[in-house]
């Protein structure tokens, strides 16, 4: 099976900024596009940032030129740098793992699917 860890977020004034790291576990070959979103109850779940395998790399509007996504495929983690933050960045942040090629030694096949973490709370608050 595969699992993606989540680590850092918590509480942080406006202006501040904070890390997360999401790390793939797993017999995995390859990890698509590697993303974050963020959720706010009652609302949608939004695309914060994505990096594809070959560095590619998508912002929501929201937080371009605050926010800086990155990965190591070595370590099939991806990382986003939260910088300036604001009172509306205040949210759940969920990492996201798309087409994710993984060996299941239980069936003895190789499989593709999508991978979601527990999400992390992100807090800007005074």
């Known amino acids: 099976q595969v699992q993606l860890v989540e680590s850092g977020g918590g509480l942080v004034q406006p202006g501040g900024s904070l890390s997360l790291s999401c790390a793939a576990s797993?017999?995995?070959?390859?990890?698509?596009?590697m993303g974050w979103y963020r959720q706010i109850p009652g609302t949608q779940r939004e695309l914060v940032a994505s990096v594809a395998g070959d560095g590619t790399t998508t912002y929501g509007d929201s937080v371009k030129g605050r926010f800086t996504i990155y990965r190591d495929n070595a370590k099939n983690t991806v990382y986003l740098q939260m910088n300036s933050l604001k009172l509306e960045d205040t949210a759940v942040y969920y990492c996201?793992?798309?087409?994710?090629?993984?060996?299941?030694?239980?069936?003895?096949?190789?499989?593709?699917?999508?991978?979601w973490g527990q999400g992390t709370q992100v807090t800007v608050s005074s």
């Open positions: 797993g017999s995995i070959f390859s990890i698509g596009v």
């Open positions: 996201n793992a798309n087409r994710v090629q993984w060996r299941d030694y239980l069936y003895f096949t190789n499989r593709v699917r999508d991978y």
